[in-house]
């Protein structure tokens, strides 16, 4: 199974909803962290995600300089002259960058057992 926040493994940490009946696979969330633990246990208390946690707004902003580094290597700056190729690794680049920033923070802060 699986982080339900990043996807990353999970690594023990879950939230059970008091509020639904216990079956287990329907109402426990699993989380890799103490920070996604309080990513799930926030939106089960406030019922929405309104605001990008600190390490997604860090996150982000990684990506997006290296998204700029990525169209500087190709010298291009729009998007709509991008071939498939150059779109392809342009989101690839973003994705990749963001996501593993996310896990990188998410470690810092993982407990290590
Ligand atoms: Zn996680």
């Known amino acids: 199974m699986s982080c339900i926040v990043c ?4 690594r023990g940490f879950s939230f059970t909803d008091p509020c639904t009946p216990p079956f287990e696979h329907l109402n ?3 989380a890799c962290s103490m920070f996604c633990l309080d990513v799930i246990h926030h ?5 929405d ?10 996150a982000l902003a990684l990506a997006s300089d290296k998204a700029g580094e990525y169209l500087e290597s190709i ?5 709509a002259t991008l071939t498939p190729e150059e779109w392809a690794t342009f989101i690839q680049t ?3 960058t963001s996501t593993g920033e996310i896990a990188r ?8 057992f």
């Open 7 to 10: 996807r990353r493994d999970h």
């Open 28 to 30: 426990t969330f699993r």
């Open 49 to 58: 995600v309104i605001d990008p946690t600190r390490h997604e707004t860090q």
């Open 105 to 112: 923070l998410t470690d810092q802060e993982a407990v290590p």
């Open 75 to 79: 010298q291009k700056t729009d998007l």
């Open 43 to 47: 939106y089960w208390k406030v019922g």
């Open 94 to 96: 973003v994705y990749e």
